[in-house]
């Protein structure tokens, strides 16, 4: 009769009974959390506000409704950070004045090709969520345009910023949601050198 301690390696299909009773590894709560706001924020940009369930939304994060209640309490507290455009921005405008332009245009395009999304374009559809699209305006005018100009600072810095973030919202439609097939034929390295001055010249006084 053998003992536990007798040498032998465990039989094949008594690894197997192990492994089963072994625990799943727990999901990244981090991560889990960024999957349901990419979930949220995609069907917000296809539905009105309204119309969106949380089991919409943890159906397209792979995760169970009541994980969203744990990370954000509710669905307005989940939608409030979703209608936030402030980390948005800060990614968006973090470069120095004289090279802000080449970084916004870039930070949009590497945002479609690598993420398949770019965050402040939510924006485009404010007019689909009725009463929450009046936040949505108003959070992107106060955390994006505002801030923006807020950096410029000279004449006309509200004018600049807000010129600035039309000319590189357009560029977004056309390549994001228009998908234009000669933008997106064409390598970000080559629309950045071709596009940036445009939005640079906006944000000179």
């Keep these: ?24 590894p727990r999901r990244d709560a981090e991560a889990s959390k960024a999957e349901i706001l990419r979930a949220a924020r995609y069907l917000l940009a296809r539905h009105a506000h309204a119309d969106i369930t949380l089991k919409a939304v943890a159906d397209r994060a792979g995760v169970s409704p009541p994980l969203i209640l744990k990370y954000f309490g509710n669905k307005d507290a989940l ?13 968006l405008l973090d470069a120095p004045l004289e090279e802000l332009g080449r ?59 807000e010129l600035a973030v039309s000319t590189l919202l357009g560029l977004g439609v056309m390549y994001g949601i228009a998908r234009g097939s000669h933008l997106r034929a064409t ?19």
């Design 1 to 24: 009769m053998t003992t536990p301690h007798s040498g032998l390696t465990a039989s094949p299909a008594a690894r197997a009974r192990d492994q089963e009773a072994a625990p799943a």
């Design 103 to 161: 970084h916004m245009v870039r930070h949009l395009l590497e945002g479609q090709t690598q993420r398949g999304a770019d965050p402040v374009l939510r924006i485009v559809f404010a007019p689909l969520q009725g009463e929450q699209g009046e936040i949505l305006r108003a959070n992107f005018r106060a955390q994006v345009s505002d801030r923006l100009a807020g950096r410029l600072g000279g004449r006309d810095a509200g004018l600049r910023a």
């Design 187 to 205: 390598s970000v390295d080559d629309i950045v050198d071709r596009y940036a001055p445009a939005v640079q010249a906006q944000l000179a006084p």
């Design 79 to 91: 939608f409030a950070r979703v209608m936030s455009f402030e980390s948005d921005a800060e990614a």
